[in-house]
């Protein structure tokens, strides 16, 4: 009887304990400072349903070179969320890429960037997605990668090989301040997860932090100080609008994964936090080579031509674009907002961004400029709406090619053409690194040597015996 009794008692009171931390936790500043970090992690962008509609249910899918990679629930559910996760198994998961269970998760999740995050902050995020957040017992599509990845124990020995533990000081930094900035760029807005290339096994190249890579069909650029290659003749009042507001006048235009960045992060974030960004990411180091924004300039551009402008005799061609020049698919689809100079209008009741000067339009690389015209804008920020539509369904990609060809060599550099093969190559994707594509058959022969030695092996012990 007595043990009967001991055992209630150690079971109240724990139920106690775990009533006074889950009442801790609960505290209305926790969870909203949970709030504030969860919008700076830009969790919504691959947790978030695209059926539902709802932020963090899961369901979004991450086009990776190995194949499609799905957000995970992260409601408190008890049975297709995280609700029955621990404080610690929180962490691990954030810090280690490791769910309970021993299951891995692959680095589309930015684990190797939160691993930095201070103890702190994870408590309150962890407080917010638990106690803020609704429940939602939908489940997440599972995801299937092709052989070997689909081995998640894998995961475990990359770990091993790329992922860096430690907590990235400036957490507590004073307000503005490039420490607190460090702090926010390295780990809750993962910057170089996108803007730093990767190496053959898929892990960022630290020698080359935030000197650009890519994101699928779009190219995240480099964004370290060098004036050429990065953003070093940006000063820290252009960062902070192009972070608040996605646009900068001349220069840039948010669009793909950053506009939507920009649409749910950055342009949520406090005016001191996106100063300690601007004065952090322009202290970075500067990397050159590779893709650079400048170049030969472009000629003054002038109003389209009588004869760039020229009359179809039949209106099917002007319906179907089929046999239009760049420069004659440009005034239909583009001349009215950017100008038939390129040069947009800068009047914030009717604002239409420059061509001249972008660096999409400047750039070696062609990508976001195709992207951009194939996809278009479509971005709410507390600035506006900005918004462009997506040209991939109306124009064929010889059309996309030549409009894209037209704005390159009119409005950036007149030395830097695209071709219908430029267009093709970035609309199909990243295909990933060579150990990537090749990632099967190099398995499939090494176990096949494997099976060889093993073979060749137990042949010659019976030899011997023999």
């Not at 060098?226 to 960062?239: R, V």
């Not at 342009?267 to 100063?275: G, N």
């Not at 994707?429 to 990537?436: H, Q, Y």
Request: hydrophobic share 40%.
């Amino acid at each position: 009887m007595r043990v009967k009794q001991l055992f209630r008692l150690t079971g109240f009171s724990l139920l106690l304990a775990s009533a006074a931390a889950l009442a801790q936790d609960a505290s209305p500043d926790l969870v909203k400072r949970g709030e504030y970090l969860a919008v700076a992690g830009d969790c919504t962008a691959c947790h978030r349903s695209p059926e539902s509609g709802k932020p963090f249910s899961g369901g979004y899918g991450i086009q990776s070179p190995m194949g499609m990679i799905y957000g995970s629930n992260i409601t408190p559910s008890k049975t297709a969320g995280i609700g029955g996760y621990s404080l610690d198994d929180f962490k691990k998961v954030m810090r280690e890429g490791k769910a309970p269970g021993n299951h891995y998760l692959y680095p589309a999740m930015p684990y190797t960037s939160f691993a930095g995050m201070s103890d702190e902050d994870l408590r309150a995020l962890y407080s917010y997605l638990m106690l803020g957040v609704p429940a939602d017992d939908h489940p997440a599509p599972e995801t299937h990668l092709p052989f070997p990845f689909s081995f998640r124990p894998v995961m475990a020995m990359w770990n091993l090989m790329f992922l860096q533990s430690g907590e990235v000081k400036g957490s507590d930094a004073a307000p503005g301040s490039a420490e607190r900035g460090e702090y926010l760029a390295r780990t809750l807005a993962h910057c170089s997860t996108c803007h730093t290339p990767r190496n053959a096994m898929m892990a960022e190249q630290n020698d080359r932090f935030l000197a650009g890579g890519k994101v699928g069909s779009w190219t995240a650029p480099n964004i370290t100080s060098d004036p050429q290659a990065g953003i070093g003749n940006w000063s820290e009042s252009d960062l902070v609008t192009y972070l608040k507001t996605g646009a900068l006048h001349g220069k840039a235009v948010a669009a793909g994964e950053m506009g939507l960045a920009v649409q749910n992060s950055f342009s949520k974030l406090s005016d001191d936090d996106l100063r300690a960004i601007a004065r952090y990411i322009r202290q970075v180091p500067a990397i050159g080579g590779g893709d650079r924004q400048t170049g030969t300039p472009a000629k003054e551009a002038q109003p389209l031509t009588a004869v760039e402008t020229g009359m179809k005799a039949d209106i099917n061609d002007y319906i179907s674009g089929k046999g239009m020049s760049g420069a004659q698919l440009y005034n239909g689809a583009c001349a009215t907002c950017h100008g038939s100079d390129g040069k947009g209008t800068h009047d914030p009741q009717r604002f239409f961004p420059s061509l001249v000067g972008s660096s999409a339009v400047k750039s070696d690389d062609p990508a976001n400029l195709i992207m951009t015209i194939a996809e278009g804008v479509n971005r709410d920020t507390p600035a506006g709406h900005a918004f462009m539509p997506a040209f991939r369904s109306q124009f064929s990609e010889d059309e996309l090619a030549e409009v894209a060809n037209y704005v390159s060599t009119r409005f950036g550099d007149p030395q830097h053409p695209i071709a219908v093969e430029d267009v093709h190559r970035t609309l199909q994707g990243e295909s990933g690194s060579w150990l990537v594509r090749y990632a099967m058959p190099l398995t499939l022969a090494g176990a096949a040597i494997v099976l060889i030695a093993i073979g060749l092996l137990i042949f010659s012990l019976r030899r011997r015996r023999g």
